[in-house]
């Protein structure tokens, strides 16, 4: 039987992938390969080169997964902040080498 924190991350990957692939005028897929947005720890995007575009990418993503974790927290009876916590982890392990990244000390290539 899968644990909690099991469930959790199987539902943040899945969730990660169907909000990856939402369309936009610049797609998450592009901002992040023109190093425009990167992954923060606390498991949400935030721009590293701030345009309309990029800044409209983030607003758009940020809204779904903080709805997602929220649902996640409620249906699991934990915190959304405990739910962050570990959506942050696992976005950082997910992205790949070139990518930005933001563990709290600023952005760097992974």
Known sequence: MKTNKQTLIY???SA???LSASV???DLGQAKAQGLVGETNNGYLATV???AEADE???SINAQR???YQAIADRNGTSIEAVESVAGQKAIE???AGQY???GGGWVLK
């Open 49 to 51: 080169v701030s345009n």
């Open 24 to 26: 936009y005028a610049l």
């Open 94 to 96: 997910l992205t790949p």
């Open 11 to 13: 539902l943040l990957a």
């Open 101 to 103: 990244i933001n563990t």
């Open 66 to 68: 903080r709805a997602h």
């Open 57 to 59: 990418v983030v607003n």
């Open 16 to 18: 990660f992938l169907l």
